[in-house]
């Protein structure tokens, strides 16, 4: 029985060593270059990192990977387990004067985690690095290799090490869509459990990856995010199947390249925020749609934020030509404290809408509807709780989503005080501990229908408004707001107390018409909520603040809002 995924990479390797684990295209087009990895060379790497690892005496200590997207990151990230060390994927700082934001994540990832050694490629190590300002204290020297320096001759000194189900595999930093991110210390048994969990709601049987050639994800996710991670790339390596990845930035630089991949390699599984999809359309020409076969594509999986029915239906109408099956597109919720997955609607069914109450904001608006997320894999459960009380609630009331089983991780790094509040919590009338996910949401018949974030809640005179029902309003108001790039949040005015607040994209040339845009706005909201709001602001494209995930930050939006530090779009009066 296998102990951890490296067992599992070992077996794959020794059982077919020239299958390709992975394949990368380095400019996301399948026309350009491409370079592959064998699962035999791919265990061959990670245990000459392994080794190289435990002959400094490392075993224990924590790693920060820094890599540009590639397959160099994979042999790191799997030689760190090979060798007991306790991976943490982080972000590199590129360029001359590197991306500030990256920057100060790293340095405060590298003092969280006490990092103690680097590996990343050769630019990040022997470059002029902002690691040369961050050493340990007291006074240590921080160990730095380009493990593409590491010969593979050491593989032969590699030493199994002593691992357990409780032994900490990685620290998987959240994204900090509401708060400081904070380490979550997944164990080797989290990701053995999580991986059986992702592998039986998506379908990926022995039977359906022979069917596909073993060809089982297309991927542009960042592998330094859990989605992209655990999904992709150790769901491959569990499996012993084929995936393609390319890079995050290829991405959003030609939309196109995604769906393309997923055309040319015909892989059984792939997916992305709903942002992602939303992008897909912008650019899918009559052009593009005649030379595209997505008919092989089973599993379109939708999760990190909210999951628009809208975004269902256009896609699923728009790619039909191209063979697209309605019944592929697979809303899933999850979570990094939970490992990764949690719920997702099975393989093969459609996913389940429920069509918006007829006393509420959205009464007959198909495109409101809420969008089931799925139910819980096999052997967690997952509970709708009060968050004072921790009553269980009966389906269809909207409380905290609470997760218990084998999948949810240890807790967060060095921060007990947070993993008492969220790894411990009781349900009454419930044995075990619960994970508190900060997420809202409520069960019907089983399936979890995710509906907010228990911090972004807007009360205003004592009525309670999910910002995502805001902005979805906001955004079928005015064909000029961006879809998935609007923030609905509180602001406190002081004498009137709590007012709501809009921030929404649109395109520049929009400013002829910011005026009528804006009232239309605050009369939708109006209409459907009820609500008054205090400032409606457009931005320009790409202004409004996201996670690594795609996930809206409100918090640091509401901050550049009071700080005026948002990129405005100035109203022009009419006339």
């Given at each position: 029985m296998a102990r951890s995924l490296v067992d599992l990479l070992f077996h794959h390797a020794a059982e077919h060593p020239d299958r390709t684990a992975f394949r990368f295209l380095v400019s996301g087009d399948g026309d350009g270059e491409i370079r592959t990895v064998s699962y035999a060379r791919l265990a061959e790497r990670s245990r000459a990192v392994a080794a190289w690892l435990q002959q400094r005496g490392l075993t224990g200590a924590r790693a920060l990977l820094l890599y540009p997207p590639g397959l160099e990151f994979v042999s790191a990230y799997l030689g760190c387990l090979a060798a007991g060390v306790v991976a943490v994927p982080g972000v590199p700082p590129r360029g001359r004067t590197h991306d500030h934001r990256a920057l100060t994540r790293m340095k405060r990832l590298m003092a969280d985690a006490d990092a103690t050694v680097v590996l990343g490629d050769r630019e990040v190590v022997t470059g002029p690095s902002a690691l040369a300002d961050h050493q340990p204290e007291p006074g240590g020297a921080l160990v730095r290799v380009a493990t593409e320096d590491i010969p593979d001759e050491l593989s032969a000194a590699w030493r199994e090490p002593d691992l357990g189900p409780d032994t900490v595999a990685f620290l998987q930093y959240t994204s900090g869509s509401t708060s400081a991110p904070r380490g979550v210390m997944v164990t080797h048994g989290n990701l053995l459990d999580n991986q059986r969990v992702i592998t039986e709601r998506l379908g990926h049987t022995p039977d359906a990856l022979a069917a596909h050639d073993h060809e089982l994800f297309v991927s542009w996710l960042p592998v330094y995010h859990d989605m992209g991670l655990i999904g992709p790339v150790l769901n491959t390596v569990h499996t012993g199947a084929t995936s393609t990845l390319f890079s995050p930035l290829d991405f959003l630089r030609q939309p196109r390249h995604w769906l393309a991949a997923v055309g040319r390699y015909r892989p059984h599984t792939s997916g992305a925020p709903n942002f992602a999809y939303e992008l897909a359309l912008k650019h899918a020409t009559p052009a593009?749609?005649?030379?595209?076969?997505?008919?092989?594509?089973?599993?379109?999986?939708?999760?990190?934020?909210?999951?628009?029915?809208?975004?269902?239906?256009?896609?699923?109408?728009?790619?039909?030509?191209?063979?697209?099956?309605?019944?592929?597109?697979?809303?899933?919720?999850?979570?990094?404290?939970?490992?990764?997955?949690?719920?997702?609607a099975p393989a093969g069914a459609p996913p389940t809408l429920l069509r918006a109450d007829d006393d509420g904001p959205h009464t007959g608006a198909a495109d409101a509807a809420a969008v089931g997320t799925g139910r819980p894999g096999p052997g967690l459960t997952v509970v709708v709780a009060d968050p004072v009380t921790h009553d269980e609630l009966p389906d269809g009331e909207v409380g905290e989503i609470r997760v218990g089983g084998p999948s949810v991780a240890q807790g967060y790094w060095r921060n007990a005080l947070a993993t008492r509040e969220t790894f411990r919590a009781g349900v009454n009338g419930r044995e075990g501990r619960f994970l508190r996910t900060g997420d809202l949401g409520f069960l019907r018949d089983g399936e979890l229908f995710v509906t907010g974030r228990l911090k972004d809640l807007i009360v205003v005179d004592g009525r309670n408004h999910y910002p995502q029902d805001l902005e979805l309003t906001a955004e079928t108001a005015h064909p000029a707001l961006r879809p998935g790039c609007t923030a609905a949040f509180a602001v406190d005015t002081g004498t009137d107390g709590e007012r709501a607040a809009l921030v929404a994209e649109t395109a520049p040339e929009a400013a002829e018409e910011a005026e009528k845009i804006i009232d239309v706005v605050r009369g939708a909201l109006a209409d459907a909520h009820g609500l008054a709001v205090r400032d409606v602001v457009l931005v320009r494209p790409g202004t409004i603040p996201k996670t690594s995930s795609g996930k809206i930050r409100r918090h640091a939006c509401r901050t550049a809002l009071l700080d005026g530090t948002l990129s405005r779009i100035d109203v022009r009066p009419a006339g």
């Open positions: 593009f749609l005649d030379g595209l076969d997505l008919s092989r594509w089973r599993v379109a999986f939708n999760g990190a934020e909210p999951v628009r029915a809208a975004t269902l239906r256009r896609f699923a109408d728009t790619f039909a030509p191209a063979g697209f099956r309605p019944e592929a597109l697979t809303p899933c919720y999850g979570l990094a404290e939970a490992t990764l997955m949690v719920t997702s």
